[in-house]
């Protein structure tokens, strides 16, 4: 059963070849046997889980039921779940059961599908190897001595073990397409407002977007499909219409432009994963597509950029965590200000502590104009870079990471590091942009992604350029041995 696509998976129960509550049993029990080991669910949801089984098969025995219903997902646990604990992996909200569900669970609910429970991320979505979360790392089901990538690495460890068939999750500055890159999944960030953010703990306003993790291109446009368009509970959510995401897969790529960024295959790019992508792009010159070098010369802005405009939003998106209106509170406070201080003190981990630092003193008076202000005009220049180089091609190709998973701890004390190698993912949240990870293969056993950038809404391009890929290889069906 766990090696079924969502269409597979649906025609099995619409034919009644098994039921919802025989495919949720199916990956309630995988979870149980591999969880221990990989760390990737913060919470598993089994008796509701089993309860939402039963009501999508008596939808599907009264013929009224959709592609999706009865199939079980997994929600990051940065997404609002109505009486069930969404702590955002940070002691902070450790005790936080949602009265309410993000408008995402909501629509996802709606179609009639199974949530098996939250995954495990970095702590409020900062970090890249999944280690910050307060409940321990996630391990990669490629190397279990290994990063699944981060922050939304327990959804993608979720997939690539088949203890979900597919997933949420969130991505602010590479959220998404990373841990799909180093897990071997098709990952998705779609453009800056196609999703609404309503219910989604924020991190950073004006760069976190939500998308579908899977296992294949078609997958993650049924969920696309699902998880998309305006919702007044958000206003930077935007009112256009939402097309059918599955309609063009197959299109034809004969003709498509893709442009390789100079900038994107320099030194810092491990020589294998170089080559890697280099047989990648191969593969679409074969399906017809041009090839044109181009630049992007900002590119060197990104990190910099980033690392002050996601800070500073944070420092104040958090603020509301104090103990007194959401979050941790210490025990027998002095007063208001030891209330305060040592809430947030015993609440937040390091990484979260450090970005709340980097971004108050961005945004204090006699810093603003040379850090926050200068950050808004670099992020305009790498903008209109992106602006400049679709004027004459379609898609944007490269790597999603510098390198494949790296071991777990190697990173933790070097946090400048693990900043350097979010290069690639970044520019796009910088611009709104949608951008994909997809399966491209191996170096040592450990999966690379090619990461895929499309221009604003063109969400159906990026699907059917991933999808035309996954029909010419298999590198997407490839499952780590010990979960097959
Ligand atoms: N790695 C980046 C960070 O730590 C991106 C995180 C994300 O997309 N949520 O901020």
Excluded at 24 to 31: A, G, M, S, V
Excluded at 35 to 61: P, S, W
Excluded at 242 to 250: E, F, Q
Excluded at 293 to 316: D, F, G, W
Aim: glycine share 8%; net charge negative; with cysteine.
């Amino acid at each position: 059963m766990h090696n079924k696509s969502l269409s597979e998976l649906s025609a099995s129960l619409h034919s009644g070849e098994f039921s919802s509550v025989e495919l949720t049993q199916h990956y309630l029990d995988r979870i149980n046997t591999h969880n221990n080991n990989l760390n990737a669910f913060i919470t598993v949801c089994d008796d509701r889980a089993l309860e939402q089984a039963k009501m999508a098969d008596q939808q599907l025995q009264q013929k009224n039921a959709g592609i999706l219903t009865g199939i079980p997902l997994a929600h990051k646990d940065i997404f609002c779940t109505q009486g069930v604990l969404t702590s955002c992996a940070s002691k902070m909200l450790s005790n936080f059961i949602s009265p309410y569900n993000a408008t995402v669970v909501e629509k996802i609910n709606a179609a009639g599908m199974v949530t098996l429970g939250k995954t495990n991320m970095d702590e409020f979505a900062m970090g890249s190897s999944n280690e910050t979360s307060f409940f321990g790392a996630v391990k990669n089901p490629w190397d279990t001595n290994r990063v699944p990538g981060g922050s939304s690495g327990g959804s993608a460890a979720a997939i690539a073990a088949r203890l979900a068939p597919i997933a949420t999750g969130s991505d602010t500055g590479g959220s998404i397409r990373q841990p799909a890159s180093l897990c071997n999944l098709t990952g998705l960030k779609p453009t800056y407002g196609r999703i609404s953010r309503y219910g989604m703990i924020a991190f950073a306003s004006s760069l976190d977007q939500a998308g579908p993790m899977a296992n294949s291109a078609e997958d993650a446009a049924i969920l696309l499909n699902v998880m998309s368009g305006f919702d007044e509970r958000d206003s930077t959510s935007v009112e256009r219409d939402v097309p059918d995401y599955t309609a063009d897969l197959n299109n034809s790529l004969a003709g498509l432009r893709i442009g390789l960024p100079k900038e994107y295959f320099d030194e810092g790019l491990d020589p294998e994963v170089a080559t890697t992508i280099e047989a990648a792009i191969k593969v679409y010159e074969s399906l017809g597509a041009t090839i044109k070098e181009i630049t992007l010369p900002n590119t060197h802005l990104a990190v910099p950029t980033y690392y002050v405009v996601a800070p500073a939003e944070c420092s104040s998106n958090l603020s509301r965590m104090d103990g007194v209106r959401f979050g941790h509170r210490c025990k027998n406070p002095k007063d208001l200000q030891d209330l305060y201080q040592r809430s947030r003190g015993e609440g937040f981990g390091d990484e979260v502590k450090r970005r709340i630092l980097i971004g108050a003193y961005a945004l204090s008076a006699g810093y603003y104009d040379a850090y926050y202000l200068k950050a808004q005009q670099c992020r305009r220049l790498i903008s209109d870079d992106f602006t400049q180089a679709f004027a004459d091609i379609d898609v944007i190709m490269g790597p999603t990471s510098p390198t494949t998973a790296s071991n777990l701890g190697d990173n933790i004390d070097d946090p400048v590091a693990t900043y350097l190698a979010d290069i690639y993912t970044i520019s796009a949240n910088l611009s709104g942009l949608p951008g994909m990870s997809i399966p491209a293969g191996f170096v040592n056993g450990l999966p690379v992604g090619l990461q895929i950038i499309g221009n604003h809404f063109d969400e159906a391009r990026l699907l059917n350029v991933a999808h035309r890929y996954q029909q010419a290889t298999d590198w997407h069906t490839q499952i780590p041995a010990a979960f097959k």
